[in-house]
């Protein structure tokens, strides 16, 4: 066996987190969900969510892989050996995701190398606007078959740079975050003086920070605050396993874990600030939603055409915003194949570039399915499932498993090995993994059922049903037994003489 890949620095393994957590959702989604709940008032319940269930389940997550040193599955069959199955699922859930989000990168890139085209078009909103439709072709439908040459090309270009981000696991990783966390942050601080200071702009941000006391009475403020928490923390996606097994002995993970989360939500304010004021600034403020692609590619241009009187200049700063969303999305996208690669190559302890390049390999012609003219219809019915349905599902299963049927004390004295000034108090810790945690997150995934079926009468969106079942319900049922399928597979292996690690707590 290789020595495992350890991070070479407390700041690395730090900024890998960050890189991980801070993604496409903190741009796109959190301006959007502020805006629908009353600014102010859903940063305060956002920090409330975090601090109740995200940074608990964080640490949580980091401390059990380092202590042994696995992946996400092997490290949930160290929880308990019938716990594994949902190790599996997390991983598989995974899998599904990067086949998309990989596909949402390719898009950016797209975006960031048409945005000359941006030059020709001030003023003119429909333009604008047209070119996301124009460049994919995209129906929106489930129908079409066409894949454009040139986003066939981004494609390859987004798995490439995956691919080359983490040949090495954590060593190569190591090197790549320093950069790609960083890098937005500084464009993100251009994007914000451009947007503070144009007129209007302060009507904007007094919508993000101002809060509207109304706003408190609304549930689905709850619901999306606890849903962006969790999904922008990177946990449940067998990606803090996988991060938090190549950490050191004499990390601290408790202050990492606030560290990162703080950091997370220090990026999603800032973004929050340059969405805000630019809409402000241009008039749009009415146009900031909640749909990470309608912002992105739809919205956002049209604030671009409108950002100045001069071409070139606009088109700069769409390259700008373009050039963010890519280096945002970079370290989360490798994070993800990451997670899945340790957690499969831990388990049948296979050689880790290996797996990645299978995982690289198999996810990338997954992904062809998103790109093609009716890519963003899948992309939308897989993405509803998998974070709607999926990711809250196992984070009740694994809450549920770590806190009733192991030592929490266990975990948490883990957690506070190196720590000397915070200690995460245990009353904290244990009442947000056995009880508020799954308590939230199964109220979420009610909730969300009572909307999909109650409401909606069962249909999400208006796809046909037979997509909606081939590509959200079936796929859900996929990922959930893949751990009783992959339980199949290691019988056969164990006949021909396969041998599973053992996976101990070393007190
Ligand atoms: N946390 C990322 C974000 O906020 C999302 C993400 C999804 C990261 C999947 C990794 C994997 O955008």
Not at 293 to 320: D, H, K, R, S
Not at 456 to 466: L, Q, V
Request: charged share 15%; hydrophobic share 55%; with cysteine.
């Amino acid at each position: 066996m290789e020595k495992r890949g350890q991070w070479s620095s407390r700041f690395t393994f730090i900024l890998a987190a960050i890189g991980s957590a801070v993604g496409l959702g903190n741009a796109w989604r959190f301006p959007g969900l502020a805006a629908k709940h009353g600014g102010g008032t859903f940063l305060l319940v956002y920090l409330a969510a975090m601090i109740i269930m995200g940074i608990p389940l964080l640490m949580m997550e980091i401390a059990i892989a380092r202590k042994f040193r696995k992946g996400a599955i092997e490290s949930m069959r160290g929880i308990g050996k019938r716990w594994e199955p949902i190790g599996w699922a997390a991983t598989s859930n995974a899998f599904v995701i990067v086949c998309y989000y990989s596909v949402v990168f390719a898009w950016v890139i797209l975006m960031f190398i048409n945005s000359w085209q941006f030059a020709g078009m001030t003023g003119d909103n429909e333009a604008a606007s047209g070119l996301f439709f124009e460049l994919t072709q995209t129906t929106g439908t489930v129908e079409g078959y066409g894949i454009p040459g040139i986003v066939l090309l981004c494609l390859i270009v987004a798995w490439g740079l995956i691919f080359f981000c983490i040949r090495n696991g954590a060593q190569s990783v190591g090197k790549v975050v320093k950069f790609t966390v960083f890098a937005p942050v500084v464009l993100l601080l251009i994007m914000a003086v451009k947007g503070c200071t144009m007129p209007g702009a302060m009507d904007g941000l007094s919508i993000l920070f101002v809060p509207d006391a109304s706003a408190f009475s609304d549930p689905s403020l709850w619901v999306d605050a606890i849903g962006q928490v969790f999904y922008s923390l990177s946990i449940m996606m067998a990606i803090m396993f996988a991060y938090g097994s190549y950490v050191g002995d004499d990390a601290n993970v408790a202050g990492d874990a606030v560290i990162i989360a703080f950091s997370d939500m220090a990026i999603s304010v800032l973004s929050g600030v340059v969405m805000f004021s630019t809409m402000g600034g241009t008039g749009m403020l009415d146009s900031i939603t909640d749909s990470g692609v309608a912002t992105a590619f739809i919205v956002y241009p049209q604030a671009i055409v409108n950002l100045t009187e001069i071409g070139w200049l606009n088109a700069v700063f769409g390259a700008i915003f373009y050039l963010m969303l890519i280096t945002l999305a970079i370290d989360s996208a490798f994070s993800i194949v990451e997670g899945i690669s340790a957690a499969i190559s831990d388990k049948f302890q296979l050689k880790p570039k290996t797996v990645t390049i299978a995982v690289c390999a198999i996810s990338g012609l997954i992904s062809l399915l998103f790109v093609t003219q009716a890519g963003l219809g899948w992309l939308d019915i897989v993405d509803n499932w998998t974070n709607q349905i999926n990711l809250i599902v196992i984070g009740v299963l694994e809450c549920v498993a770590i806190g009733w049927t192991f030592s929490l004390r266990k975990v948490l004295a883990e957690i506070n090995r190196n720590t000397k000034k915070f200690k995460a108090p245990y009353w904290w810790f244990a009442a947000s993994v056995k009880v508020i945690s799954p308590m939230l997150l199964s109220a979420l995934f009610i909730w969300n059922m009572i909307v999909l079926f109650g409401k909606n009468g069962g249909s999400y969106g208006d796809y046909p049903i037979w997509a909606q079942i081939a590509a959200g319900w079936v796929v859900s049922g996929l990922v959930f037994i893949s751990g009783f399928i992959a339980k199949l597979i290691v019988n056969k292996k164990k006949k021909d003489g396969f041998v599973e690690d053992e996976v101990v707590w070393k007190d």
